[in-house]
C-alpha cells in the first residue's frame, strides 16, 4: 500500500520528544516476553548503552506485577483473594490494583453498566475464565445464577479498602492489559528513554519516533485478517481494540464472543471491533469493552457525548461497514 492511499493520523500536537528528533546515531533495539496469556514487546530508538538483561527484567517485572495483583487465573492473586473473601469484609488492596479498579468503576458508571469488573462469575460461566472452555452456550439457569453475583454498584472502593458484598467476583482481564501498557511506558520514562512502542497483546503505546524520524505507525486490527487501510502515528497516545473476533466459540451454527454483557448476562453483539484511542490505554482498554457492549448506534451515542477517538466495524454481508467518530476523522483530516 502506497502513502497515498493510506489514511493516516498524525497528531495533532507532537511531544516534545517528536518534535527534538530521535538522538544521534539511534538504533532500534527490540525487546519482547510473555505476560497475561499473550505476548508483550517494546521497540525502541536509542543510542544510549543500556543494559539490556536489566531493562527487559524491569519491563518483565512491571507486567508480573500486575498479574500477581490482578489475574483471574491465579488463586494467589490479590483478585483471586478477594474473590474468595467472606461476605461483610474489608480487604486491603495494593495500590495498583486500587487505581485499575477505580478506572474500572469509573467507566462502569459512565457505561451505565455495560462494562462491569464484577462480572467474574458471568466469564466464568461463559467458559471465558480459568474454568474449563465451553461447546455449547450455557443454560439459562446458570447465566441466571452467575448475574446474582454480578454488580458494580454493590462494590465500595474506600482508598485501597475495598469491600467484599458476598458472591462478587471481579475480573479486570477487559482493563489490565491496557494498564500494563501504560506501565511499560511508565517505566521507559522514568529512564530517559523517550522514543519508544509499547504493546501488550494488541494494545499499544507510542511516544518519539523511530531512528530514521519517521512516527510509530500501526495498523488497525482487521476482524477478516486482510489487513487495514487506517494507519495511525502513535505518538503520545495509546490505541486499544476489542473485538468479536479475539475469543469466541461456535456452537448451532452461532458465533459467541468473549465479550459478555453484564446486564443480560449473554454475549454482545452487533460490532466486530471497536477501537479507541486515548491518552490512558488503561482507559482506552476498558472504553473499548463497553463500546463493544454498548452495540452500533448507543456506541455512536456515547463516544459523541464523550468526544472519543473511536473507529467501529460491524459486520454487512461478507464485509463491514466503518463508522468513524468525528474527534478521529478531525484528526484524519
Not at 457505561?111 to 474449563?132: E, H, N, R, T
Not at 467476583?169 to 512502542?197: M, N
Not at 476498558?286 to 473507529?311: D, K
Amino acid at each position: 500500500m502506497s502513502e497515498a492511499e493510506r489514511r493516516l493520523l498524525i497528531p495533532t500536537r507532537l511531544s516534545a520528544a517528536a518534535e527534538a528528533g530521535p538522538e544521534p546515531a539511534a538504533r532500534l533495539l527490540e525487546l519482547s516476553g510473555e505476560s497475561m496469556g499473550t505476548r508483550w514487546s517494546v521497540k525502541l530508538a536509542t543510542a544510549r548503552a543500556l543494559a539490556v538483561e536489566d531493562l527487559q527484567s524491569g519491563l518483565q517485572a512491571e507486567l508480573d506485577r500486575v498479574v500477581a495483583q490482578m489475574s483471574h487465573w491465579r488463586e494467589d492473586s490479590d483478585l483471586g483473594r478477594y474473590n474468595r473473601a467472606a461476605a461483610g469484609s474489608w480487604q486491603t488492596l495494593p495500590a495498583d490494583f486500587a487505581a485499575v479498579l477505580r478506572e474500572a468503576l469509573a467507566v462502569a458508571a459512565l457505561s451505565q453498566g455495560a462494562y462491569d469488573p464484577s462480572a467474574g462469575a458471568l466469564v466464568d460461566c461463559w467458559g471465558f475464565g480459568p474454568a474449563p472452555a465451553r461447546r455449547q452456550a450455557p443454560a439459562a439457569a446458570e447465566i441466571a445464577a452467575a448475574l446474582r453475583g454480578v454488580g458494580w454498584q454493590r462494590l465500595r472502593l474506600d482508598g485501597e479498602r475495598l469491600y467484599q458484598p458476598g458472591g462478587c467476583r471481579l475480573d479486570l482481564s477487559a482493563i489490565a492489559k491496557g494498564y500494563g501498557v501504560d506501565l511499560l511506558a511508565r517505566y521507559l520514562q522514568a529512564r530517559g528513554l523517550s522514543h519508544y512502542l509499547a504493546e501488550v497483546g494488541g494494545e499499544l503505546r507510542g511516544q518519539g519516533c523511530k531512528p530514521d524520524g519517521s512516527p510509530w505507525w500501526v495498523a488497525l486490527e482487521s476482524p477478516d485478517g486482510t489487513g487495514s487501510d487506517l494507519w495511525l502515528a502513535l505518538d503520545g497516545v495509546a490505541i486499544a481494540t476489542s473485538g468479536d473476533y479475539r475469543r469466541y466459540f461456535e456452537a448451532d451454527g452461532q458465533r459467541y464472543p468473549h465479550s459478555l454483557d453484564p446486564r443480560s448476562g449473554y454475549p454482545a453483539s452487533g460490532l466486530a471491533s471497536v477501537s479507541v484511542l486515548h491518552s490512558s490505554c488503561m482507559s482506552a482498554d476498558a472504553l473499548s469493552t463497553a463500546l463493544t457492549v454498548l452495540g452500533w448506534e448507543p456506541a455512536q451515542n456515547f463516544a459523541l457525548r464523550h468526544n472519543l477517538a473511536t473507529r467501529f466495524l460491524r459486520r454487512r454481508g461478507a464485509g463491514f461497514e466503518e463508522w468513524l467518530s468525528p474527534k478521529l476523522q478531525a484528526l484524519l483530516e
